[in-house]
C-alpha cells in the first residue's frame, strides 16, 4: 500500500524567504509524485508531477521539487515566497502498477507568507 | 478554472436524507475520480470510473455509490447520511485511465448534514 507523508501541518515563512515543504513517500512499486495547491474555497490545482523522467522537476509559479529515490522524497521548494503562495498544498502519490490509479494524498501543509 | 464543473456548489440537508451531487468531466476526458475531504480523514479517494465502467474503489461506503452516464458525466449518491458525512467532494478527471496522468479537480461540493 502507498502511502504520503508531510512533515509540518503549517509552516510561516517570510515574504522573501525560502519555501520548502516536505514530503515522504511509501510506495512497493515505482511511484508517480504530484504536488498540487488549494487556495480557500477552491478545487486543486496540479504544481508539478513525477513521472520517472528528470529527477529535478520544474512546476508552475516558481516551484519546482526533487525526486530522491533513496530517501523516499519529494520536498517542494520556491526560491522566494510570495503573498499570493499563502494556500494548502498536497504531496500525493500514484502507483505506476496497473489498475491503481487513484492518488494517496498527505495530510497537507497550510503555508502561511508574513509580509 | 480547470474545465471540471460540479453542482451544487453547497448542499445542506439533514441525517437519513439521501443526495447527489453531480459532476461533469472536461472535454474529452474519459476518467472520472470522487475524492472526499474532511478535517479528520484528509483527502481520500472514493470512486473511478472510466468510459462508464466502474474502475476502481478506495474508502466508499456501501451508502454511496455512483455511476458515470454515457455523455461522461459522473453523479455521485450519498443515502442514509450521517454527520460524519459531512465534508467537501471532489470530481477530478484525466484524459484517460493510468498513474501518470494529470488529474483536474472541480471547485467541490460542500456537503453539510445537519
Known amino acids: 500500500a502507498q502511502s504520503v507523508t508531510q512533515l509540518g501541518s503549517h509552516v510561516s515563512v517570510s515574504e522573501g524567504a525560502l519555501v520548502l515543504l516536505r514530503c515522504n513517500y511509501s510506495?512497493?512499486?515505482?511511484?508517480?509524485l504530484f504536488w498540487y495547491v488549494q487556495y480557500p474555497n477552491q478545487g486543486l490545482q496540479l504544481l508539478l508531477k513525477?513521472?520517472?523522467?528528470?529527477?529535478l522537476v520544474k512546476g508552475i509559479n516558481g516551484f519546482e521539487a526533487e525526486f530522491k529515490k533513496s530517501e523516499t522524497s519529494f520536498h517542494l521548494t520556491k526560491p522566494s515566497a510570495h503573498m499570493s503562495d499563502a494556500a494548502e498544498y498536497f504531496c500525493?502519490?500514484?502507483?505506476?502498477?496497473?489498475?491503481?490509479?487513484?492518488?494517496?494524498f498527505g495530510k497537507g501543509t497550510k503555508l502561511s507568507v508574513i509580509p | 478554472d480547470s474545465g471540471v464543473t460540479q453542482t451544487p456548489k453547497h448542499l445542506i440537508t439533514a441525517t437519513g436524507q439521501r443526495v447527489t451531487l453531480r459532476c461533469s468531466p472536461r472535454?474529452?476526458?474519459?476518467?472520472v475520480y470522487w475524492y472526499q475531504q474532511s478535517l479528520d480523514q484528509g483527502l481520500q479517494f472514493l470512486i473511478q470510473?472510466?468510459?462508464?465502467?466502474?474502475?476502481a474503489k478506495g474508502n466508499i461506503l456501501e451508502r454511496f455509490s455512483a455511476q458515470q452516464f454515457p455523455d461522461l458525466h459522473s453523479e455521485l449518491n450519498l443515502s442514509s447520511l450521517e454527520l460524519g458525512d459531512s465534508a467537501l467532494y471532489f470530481c477530478?478527471?484525466?484524459?484517460?485511465?493510468?498513474?501518470?496522468?494529470?488529474?483536474?479537480f472541480g471547485p467541490g461540493t460542500r456537503l453539510t448534514v445537519l
Open positions: 477530478a478527471s484525466s484524459v484517460e485511465e493510468g498513474s501518470y496522468n494529470e488529474q483536474f
Open positions: 510506495s512497493s512499486v515505482p511511484p508517480y
Open positions: 513525477y513521472t520517472s523522467a528528470a529527477t
Open positions: 500525493a502519490v500514484s502507483d505506476s502498477g496497473a489498475g491503481s490509479y487513484q492518488l494517496t
Open positions: 472535454s474529452g476526458d474519459l476518467s
Open positions: 470510473y472510466y468510459n462508464g465502467e466502474e474502475r
